[in-house]
């Protein structure tokens, strides 16, 4: 790697290794954030994530790795990466016993703001956050979004370059987590770069550029949404009947078809273009059946994650069936 291109990257690991007594978290995971972008690290609980944040944001030591951030080595500058970053943790760094504004005016102070440029900045933020009402209650008075917000207001007091998200949205309702997702894009089209972790795939799927996997101490995948779904297959067609005699004889006459006995559905691979999608339709005309219900299956980030992720049964058939 040339150093023009380590400049240009916001966050950067190499060989990144941590351990608990005996327990291997990080087993020496490589990860490259350009500036600018969105860089989502998913995995499951207990994966490793909340330990990659607290590494790279300098809150605990790695044991081993080359560790970059906003172009300064962790290991030799770790003030200079605090000033570059936010934080905001996976649970609430909010104190519940003071007031909405006293909490952000505590965070100016701890990025030594002058006194009035610290108000102004409070109240800014406040505002965009949509807590200026609440400025003045105690946090503990809060919902938990609006203590989800809060947080991240918190956060980008400083007005750091590098933002680091350990869920951000978990527990959020639907419009609570729309309203983060557009806070997150405006802060990334003003050149923040922002590393986050999440248990949602969609969310990845909106926010990131690049997304990484996180399975067993190793990334298992890393790619674009796209890139990734492309790993797997999963793409089908699938009929399901009420009427076991209408399924069986359409399983006998569609042989080159996944058969579910239990649930009467079949599965036929497609890709979900409109061309196959018409192709499979004319053979159902042709072979006289019909179903009583036909879904089209695309492969998507759920998909990615439980092939990586080892569990692939369950999951899946419980959110094709919520669907
Ligand atoms: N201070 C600690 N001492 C010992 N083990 C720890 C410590 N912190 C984390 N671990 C272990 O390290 C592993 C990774 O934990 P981590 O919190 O990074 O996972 P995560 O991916 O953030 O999970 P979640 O999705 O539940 O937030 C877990 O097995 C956890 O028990
Ligand atoms: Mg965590």
Redesign the pocket.
Known sequence: MTSTTSHSLGIAAKGLR?A??D?T?LDGIDLAVPAGTVFA?L????????????ILSTL?AADAGELRVGGHDLAVEPQAVRAAIGVTG?FSAVDGLITGEENMLLMADLHHLPRKEGRRVAAELLARFDLTEAAKKPASTYSGGMKRRLDIAMTLVGSPRIIFL??PTTGLDPRSRHTMWGIIRELVSDGVTVFL?T?YLDEADELADRIAV?NDGRIAAEGSAEELKRLVPGGHVRLRFTDPAAYQSAATALREVTRDDEALSLQIPSDGSQRELRAVLDWLDAAGIEADELTVHTPDLDDVFFALTGDSKVPHQAKENAR
């Open positions: 941590k608990y007594g327990k978290v690290l995995g499951p609980n207990g994966a490793g994530k909340t330990t990659a944040v607290k605990i996976q350990d869920e972790t248990q996180l």
